[in-house]
């Protein structure tokens, strides 16, 4: 089982970015997906999280500029980055509550990080 996150890269202020993260391999069942990001020297934060019903949830500081969605069938979550600023420049995580069998408990796994630089 993995989590496999891409569309990481450098983008000028004001400019958009799509990430996208496939969960694979034995996976019975998916509850919530997020997209997490830690810049040099800081901790790692929640940027967006949507459950499986589709509830999304959003750091503050990416409120109207981000949208989460996902793709229940492809097991795959994206976050559409909008209106980008040199303090989103970090290094983004993929995370997702895996289920691998019916009625089984639920484990974090992280995919590894991608890189988005925000810089003119």
């Known amino acids: 089982v993995q989590l496999q996150a891409s569309g990481g890269g450098l983008v000028q202020p004001g400019g958009s970015l799509r990430l996208s993260c496939i969960a694979s391999?034995?996976?019975?069942?998916?509850?919530?997906m997020g997209w997490y990001r830690q810049a040099p020297g800081k901790q790692r934060d929640l940027v967006a999280l949507i459950l499986s019903g589709g509830t999304t949830n959003y750091a503050d500081s990416v409120k109207g500029r981000f949208t989460i969605s996902r793709d229940n069938a492809k097991n795959t979550v994206y976050p559409q980055m909008d209106s980008l600023k040199p303090e989103d420049t970090a290094v983004y995580y993929c995370?997702?509550?895996?289920?691998?069998?019916?009625?089984?408990?639920?484990?974090?796994?992280w995919g590894q990080g991608t890189l988005v630089t925000v810089s003119s």
């Open positions: 995370g997702a509550d895996l289920q691998m069998r019916y009625n089984g408990p639920y484990y974090p796994y």
């Open positions: 391999g034995s996976i019975f069942n998916i509850n919530a």
